[in-house]
């Protein structure tokens, strides 16, 4: 029997794609559906697979506006490696998230966002390419892609300290109103109290 030999770049692109999520547990099972399913399964595997399939166009969305490097590489990978491919999308779906959720912070925190992705992209891409042969433009790139990871990570986390000091100036304006009720109110406690108590016997239907 032949064993088919698997290139050598597809295995370096599967692990490099590793790097961006936390899992490695294949997810193929989801995105390639059995044939014929066992009937006790069809009713179980529909919502996963409507998911995976989900999280795959968004993944191919992300890569086809920001990663446009990645397709190619995932389309070889998709038709040659299946299994390998359904890996890289599970993993890609994180990077996918994170776009999402800071799309829905705003239009700053989106393109912030995108540009760590790009970066760790990059990078990956050449530490598969240095896994398979060594070199000294390789090496290069790989550190000035380190360099651009680092400053969009610091660009993003300057970001996000600009933000939790607009939400701590507006919570020590809701503060400083919230103190000042409070010392009217314990100010004029006595006059409260009466100005109360007569309300409430007019509303009982007594006298003063």
């Known amino acids: 029997m032949k064993v088919r030999r698997r290139p050598p770049w597809l295995l370096s692109l599967a692990c490099m794609l590793g790097v961006f999520g936390c899992s490695l547990l294949p997810i193929h099972a989801q995105l390639l559906a059995a044939d014929h399913p066992p009937e006790s399964q069809v009713e ?44 890289a999308i599970n993993n890609l779906a994180k990077s996918s998230r994170r776009l999402q959720s800071a799309k829905r912070r705003g239009e700053e925190a989106f393109e912030l966002e995108v540009h760590v992705v790009q970066a760790q992209s990059a990078i990956n891409l050449l530490v598969a390419k240095l896994k398979l042969r060594d070199n000294k433009k390789d090496r290069a790139a790989l550190r000035e892609a380190t360099k651009r990871l680092e400053l969009a990570q610091i660009a993003r986390a300057a970001f996000d300290v600009k933000q939790m000091r607009s939400r701590l100036d507006k919570l020590q304006e809701q503060l400083e109103a919230a103190e000042k009720r409070l010392d009217e109110k314990q100010s004029k406690l006595d006059a409260n109290v009466q100005k109360g108590f007569q309300t409430y016997l007019r509303k009982s239907g007594r006298k003063q």
């Open 44 to 87: 179980t595997r529909g919502p996963q697979q409507k998911l995976a399939g989900e999280r795959e166009r968004a993944v191919l969305e992300m890569v086809h506006d920001h990663l446009p490097e990645l397709k190619v590489l995932l389309d070889q990978l998709r038709e040659k490696e299946p299994k390998q491919y359904g890996i």
